[in-house]
């Protein structure tokens, strides 16, 4: 049986080379896949949903006093 791939926080603040704060913002927008477990300390995703999103949505960049400090 074929195991899926799965992205967490991290996962995520690497593909779209941003921070883990900026990935709560992403992962919070109207539309993004929804999680496949919340755990206690994180949250993951199916990495399959999660690329064909981005091929599509492309996450906005932080605009002025949204980036983190």
Partial sequence: MKR???YGPGELA???NVS???VLQI???PG???PV?????????DADEVDE?????RPPRPTEGDEDR
């Fill in 20 to 22: 883990r704060q900026r």
């Fill in 32 to 34: 993004f896949p929804e």
């Fill in 4 to 6: 899926p791939r799965l």
């Fill in 37 to 45: 477990a919340r755990l206690i300390g994180t949250t993951i995703w």
């Fill in 14 to 16: 690497a593909l779209f």
């Fill in 27 to 29: 992962t919070r927008r």
């Fill in 53 to 57: 999103w981005a091929k599509h949505n």
